[in-house]
T-cell receptor, first 112, second 114 residues
Framework: SQQGEEDPQALSIQEGENATMNCSYK?????LQWYRQNSGRGLVHLIL?????REKHSGRLRVTLDTSKKSSSLLITASRAADTASYFC????????????FGSGTQLTVLP | KAGVTQTPRYLIKTRGQQVTLSCSPI?????VSWYQQTPGQGLQFLFE???????NKGNFPGRFSGRQFSNSRSEMNVSTLELGDSALYLC?????????????FGDGTRLSIL
């Protein structure tokens, strides 16, 4: 079963614009990770934010985490056509040995 | 450093057959996890292996099994294939087991059941 739900399911923007994707989850977590998947390829790890962190940056990526609302957001600034991909959040719930639960994903299209 | 390698990339089988998929993790990585990805169910965890031991298993029937070898390479096996087993099977490796380890994915094996 999927714990996370991404919103929106699909997003289309122009190159240079910012893209924001949201993720909501249901149970308490140890950490939350974001991954990118290009069509027909495997997933690429983008960033991990721990449950005691509120914000994290990596290059053009900014991730926030609100554990009280059980939600996270991924912001990609100054988007490029190469950012076109599906983006997934994944949670690793407290108490679980090691089971990443992925959301349903946001399909981002960046138009040149 | 070579990434996670999965073989074969594509596979076509018929109902009732069995299949074995292979995964070679990044050198030095000892944890290997398997996931099934379908358009309807999304990404679902199958199982995780660390030091040749299965540490965790997802909610899949016993037809799905796996193992890990001493060199950390892993295989998963699906017996008595059903049409619903058509999916992209992804393998991921990490340095160690644990919830704070980023996972490194291979490009998957696309399995089609006729």
């Amino acid at each position: 079963s999927q714990q996370g739900e991404e919103d929106p399911q699909a997003l289309s923007i122009q190159e240079g614009e910012n893209a924001t994707m949201n993720c909501s989850y249901k149970t308490s977590i140890n950490n939350l990770q974001w991954y990118r998947q290009n069509s027909g390829r495997g997933l690429v790890h983008l960033i991990l934010i721990r449950s005691n962190e509120r914000e994290k940056h990596s290059g053009r990526l900014r991730v926030t985490l609100d554990t009280s609302k059980k939600s996270s957001s991924l912001l990609i600034t100054a988007s490029r056509a190469a950012d076109t991909a599906s983006y997934f959040c994944a949670t690793d719930g407290r108490g679980s040995a090691r089971q990443l639960t992925f959301g349903s994903g946001t399909q981002l299209t960046v138009l040149p | 450093k070579a990434g996670v390698t999965q073989t074969p990339r594509y596979l076509i089988k018929t109902r009732g057959q069995q299949v074995t998929l292979s995964c070679s993790p990044i050198s030095g990585h000892r944890s290997v996890s398997w996931y099934q990805q379908t358009p309807g169910q999304g990404l679902q965890f199958l199982f995780e292996y660390f030091s040749e031991t299965q540490r965790n298993k997802g909610n899949f029937p016993g037809r799905f099994s796996g193992r890990q070898f001493s060199n950390s390479r892993s295989e998963m096996n699906v017996s008595t294939l059903e049409l619903g087993d058509s999916a992209l099977y992804l393998c991921a490796s990490s340095l160690a087991a644990g919830s704070d380890q980023p996972q490194h994915f291979g490009d998957g094996t696309r399995l089609s059941i006729l």
